[in-house]
């Protein structure tokens, strides 16, 4: 009986996403220069809006072009290989040149603070008075949202930002709704061939939680702070995981190698051919792309043999 309004309600919101915003609106939305930010867990101050950044961040520089942004960037580090219309340059993102960066004249730095002497940098560029963001990688999903949002703000896209997040998160949700585990299922996600993985303590571990997985790596012993252990080839062929995914593809790793390794044809993810490559940067980014790695890890999931 509630057929007939199910599409007029679908159209409705449909054409309020989509519906570019009335100028009231966008005024509402708009920074207000200067502007104080807390992000990484530093403050930073910015004096109007920036229109020459460097982003030393592949997930921010994603974020930046998606939100609309792209236009402000000036240069992105080495690693930034996504949108391919992003600046690349060689500026390196894990161990930043403050005299690379400054001789660009930016009015803005994203700068990671797991970035080697991310703060001895981040006082070098201030004290040319150029601003730097500090960026942490996220622990969830809200603070995924929350680091884009903050980008928004920054760049003079607020609106842009929010909808980013709002679909973002509509779009995974819908994913984790339509996909079936059933039963325990065990996994193995790869980082490279010398057996480091992730635990769910992890960004990527808590996607694979998301859709009721169980990870092998959360019981293993010697994971860092940071949850990534190096696991043992006798621990994981006897934790006997239902699935592997490789996030090691790009480097030569493939279900015909991993058969190969002593002892691993037997390996239940193995014999049932559920050994799976993950796209390359994927994984590894908090942008808007996130999307496409639950969509991936879906795919998957729906092509798994038991």
Known sequence: MFKKYIR????????LLLAPLSSANAASTATKYPLTISSGGYSTTIAKKPTRIISLSPSATESLFEIGAGKQVLAVDSYSNYPKSAPITQLGAFEPNVEAIAALKPDLVVLSVDAMKSLVVKEALEKLKIAVLMEKAPENLAQAYKGIEVLGAVTDHTSEAKKLTFKMAALIKSILKRAKVTGKVTFFHELDNTLYSVTSDTFIGKVY?????????????GADSYGYPQLSAEYLLKADPDIIFLADAEYGESAATVKARPGWSGITAVTKKNVFALPNDIPSRWGPRLVDFYRYVAASLAKVKK
């Not at 007029?8 to 054409?15: D, F, G, R």
């Open 8 to 15: 007029p309600i679908a159209l409705l919101v449909t054409t």
């Open 209 to 221: 939680q998301d859709f009721g997985l169980i990870n092998i790596a959360d019981k293993a012993a």
